[in-house]
T-cell receptor, first 122, second 111 residues
Framework: EVQLVQSGAEVKKPGESLEISCRASGYSFRNYWIGWVRQMPGRALEWMGIIYPESSDITYNPSFEGQVSISADKFSANAYLHWSSLKASDTALYYCVRPIVIQGLLINIDLWGQGTLITVSS | QSALTQPPSASGSPGQSVTISCTGTSSDIGKYIYVSWYQQHPGKAPKLIIYEVSQRPSGVPDRFSGSKSGNTASLTVSGLQAEDEADYYC???????????FGGGTKLTVL
């Protein structure tokens, strides 16, 4: 089965670091872009960034560049989203997604993980 | 890149049709055919139901249809069923300097 399975919910304190993961299965992980989308309550979904596992090419949404880092391990078929110092405003639901990119155009998302809820509170 | 604008809510009775709008700009919806719609049931991940303005992925009922005029895209759900009650999000390609933009979501209630 083609799927993305994300790591579980986390509760962290401001200033702490965190890495969440996304395990892909059922398709050739290294040859598809994979990315992260943030969903905050009552707000629009937002692209955070995407990575191509075979080459590790990364494109960040400028709004998130420097705030998070995205990586992927093409051998274990895992993608990661890392924060070095969390803020309360990072509290949100984070989705791992497989975007369809054709000739450099990110045209839609055909596969979503189940989401990982991150709560940052002192 | 600003979010696309959707009405926060929409509703209809079983069997009726309802249309949800998604307004962007001449830099996204108005310029490209890469408009998508996603359906999200409570506690579930979003699911692609329309791509390239009006195309349906395999398995999506033909009760769901999409269209675009100018800077506004629309999703129409015909023959409403109880299972259609969900949140619906639009998105659009927005050029090579962007990963794309989403709408704020519309909560569809089946009365």
């Amino acid at each position: 089965e083609v799927q993305l399975v994300q790591s579980g919910a986390e509760v962290k304190k401001p200033g702490e670091s965190l890495e969440i993961s996304c395990r892909a299965s059922g398709y050739s992980f290294r040859n598809y872009w994979i990315g992260w989308v943030r969903q905050m309550p009552g707000r629009a979904l937002e692209w955070m960034g995407i990575i191509y596992p075979e080459s590790s090419d990364i494109t960040y949404n400028p709004s998130f560049e420097g705030q998070v880092s995205i990586s992927a391990d093409k051998f274990s078929a895992n993608a990661y989203l890392h924060w070095s110092s969390l803020k309360a405003s990072d509290t949100a639901l984070y989705y791992c997604v497989r975007p369809i990119v054709i000739q450099g155009l990110l045209i839609n998302i055909d596969l979503w993980g189940q989401g990982t809820l991150i709560t940052v509170s002192s | 890149q600003s979010a696309l604008t959707q009405p926060p809510s929409a509703s209809g009775s079983p069997g009726q049709s309802v249309t949800i709008s998604c307004t962007g700009t001449s830099s996204d919806i108005g310029k490209y055919i890469y408009v998508s719609w996603y359906q999200q049931h409570p506690g579930k991940a979003p699911k692609l139901i329309i791509y390239e303005v009006s195309q349906r992925p395999s398995g999506v009922p033909d009760r769901f249809s999409g269209s675009k005029s100018g800077n506004t895209a629309s999703l129409t759900v015909s023959g409403l069923q109880a299972e259609d009650e969900a949140d619906y999000y639009c998105s659009s390609y927005a050029g090579s300097n962007s990963l794309g933009v989403f709408g704020g979501g519309t909560k569809l209630t089946v009365l």
